[in-house]
């Protein structure tokens, strides 16, 4: 008789962790190659080496999946902003801070593809849409909760505020890159558009008057 004496929970807990994390990587790569809408639940799981039975016990759809890879991107993105502007100082001029995000904000193409082809995903599904409206209100929401417990210049009135002016900016930068992959370009006109947004446009930073 075969007895198999369990796992300690931690370890478990571990190995799940990590297949999780497995299943995200090989999602997002699988994703950006080919679309979210051309991609099978079978070929995360070849990509990443795992059975659907591993696939199914971490996500319980590929929408739910893609959900978790959003929410991965909203932390990183609401952490960058934070720890950008964590160390300017009640006094930080606002260019000084626009430049302080936009030069760690995450602007990877693969993911920018990943996300809109998500979008048209969920423009023809409302559930899914309702669903992402809820990911990217969080997103906002975590945005203006670091601002708000980061010294920011007075201009940039209350946390809500920047932190829409930072997501909507962010979006239109993004569809461009999308295009002309021009990541350099991207962070230029994105520190054009905040100043913009956050200064009323008196004080446009250098080189970006193209």
């Known amino acids: 008789m075969d ?16 297949t999780r994390a497995n299943l995200l990587d090989a999602a997002f ?18 990509a990443a080496g795992y059975s659907r039975g591993a696939f199914y016990s971490n996500f319980a759809s590929l929408d ?33 801070s626009v430049d302080r995000v ?23 599904d409302a559930t899914v849409a309702q669903t992402l409206l809820e990911h990217r209100t969080r997103l906002r929401g975590a945005i203006a909760d670091r601002l708000a417990r980061t010294p920011l210049p007075a201009v940039l009135g209350d946390a809500d505020s920047a932190a829409h ?20 370009r991207a962070r230029g006109w994105l520190k054009q558009l905040l100043t913009a947004l956050l200064t009323d446009g008196s004080t446009p930073p250098p080189g970006c008057s193209e």
């Open 3 to 18: 007895v198999r004496h369990p796992e300690p929970a931690g370890r478990v807990t571990r190995r799940r962790a990590r």
């Open 165 to 184: 002016a930072v997501v909507a900016a962010y979006d239109g930068v993004t569809t461009q890159l999308l295009l002309d992959k021009d990541v350099d």
């Open 29 to 46: 790569a699988v994703f950006a190659a080919k679309g979210f809408g051309r991609v099978s639940i079978e070929e995360v799981c070849d």
């Open 102 to 124: 936009t030069e760690v904000l995450l602007l990877d193409l693969d993911w920018l593809l990943v996300k809109t082809d998500f979008l048209v995903h969920a423009a023809r």
């Open 64 to 96: 739910e999946l893609f959900f978790a890879l959003y929410q991965e991107r909203a932390d990183l993105i609401a952490r960058q902003v934070a720890e950008a502007l964590a160390d300017g100082g009640p006094d930080l001029a606002v260019p000084a």
